[in-house]
Antibody, heavy 118, light 107 residues
Framework: EVQLVESGGGLVQPGGSLRLSCAASGFTFSSYWMHWVRQAPGKGLVWVSRINSDGSSTSYADSVKGRFTISRDNAKNTLYLQMNSLRAEDTAVYYC???????????WGRGTLVTVSS | AIQMTQSPSSLSASVGDRVTITCRASQGIRNDLGWYQQKPGKAPKLLIYAASSLQSGVPSRFSGSGSGTDFTLTISSLQPEDFATYYCLQDYNYPHTFGQGTKLEIK
């Protein structure tokens, strides 16, 4: 089955760190660019970061630049988001998503909830 | 960053109605725009890519149009399963930006 499964979310204190994972299956992960998108409770979707297929190029939203790092391990079919210096406003469900070969984010995971609170 | 202004923010409609949602970009983005549907507690789903191309498996009652700065998503005849929140996303440059969403509710 073609799917993405996020993990690694949880409760963390302000200033803390967390690493999210996104396990891909059912498709050739190394051929696809990947993104992270987040959604605060009751709010809209916010784009966070992207990485190209071989991991050599990345981009970030201004709100996370310098604090978050996107990476991937194509041998393990896994995407990561290392989140440091976490703030209350980073509380959200984090989704990983695949860029379709024709365009758009065509495959999404179910999301993992990150809560930043003392 | 490019700002995406989506309207309306909410909309009440009936089954069978024709509905149009718009997104306006703060600068030209060619046709680098997608439309997504999200139901409560679920991940977003791609409906339209490249402004007007229907994603595989999406019903033909959904259509997209536009280029440059102005884009529309049209649902030709609303079905019960279409009541959800809809977002546009520009993928012309980074950072990508979403519209603020349109919540489509049953009248």
């Amino acid at each position: 089955e073609v799917q993405l499964v996020e993990s690694g979310g949880g409760l963390v204190q302000p200033g803390g760190s967390l690493r999210l994972s996104c396990a891909a299956s059912g498709f050739t992960f190394s051929s696809y660019w990947m993104h992270w998108v987040r959604q605060a409770p009751g709010k809209g979707l916010v784009w966070v970061s992207r990485i190209n297929s071989d991991g050599s190029s990345t981009s970030y939203a201004d709100s996370v630049k310098g604090r978050f790092t996107i990476s991937r391990d194509n041998a393990k079919n896994t995407l990561y988001l290392q989140m440091n210096s976490l703030r209350a406003e980073d509380t959200a469900v984090y989704y990983c998503a695949r860029v379709g070969h024709l365009g758009g984010l065509d495959l999404w995971g179910r999301g993992t909830l990150v809560t930043v609170s003392s | 960053a490019i700002q995406m202004t989506q309207s309306p923010s909410s909309l009440s409609a009936s089954v069978g109605d024709r509905v149009t949602i718009t997104c306006r970009a703060s600068q030209g983005i060619r046709n680098d725009l997608g439309w997504y549907q999200q139901k409560p507690g679920k991940a977003p789903k791609l409906l339209i890519y490249a402004a007007s191309s229907l994603q595989s498996g999406v019903p033909s009652r959904f259509s997209g149009s536009g280029s440059g700065t102005d884009f529309t998503l049209t649902i030709s005849s609303l079905q019960p399963e279409d009541f959800a929140t809809y977002y546009c996303l520009q993928d012309y440059n980074y950072p990508h930006t979403f519209g603020q969403g349109t919540k489509l509710e049953i009248k």
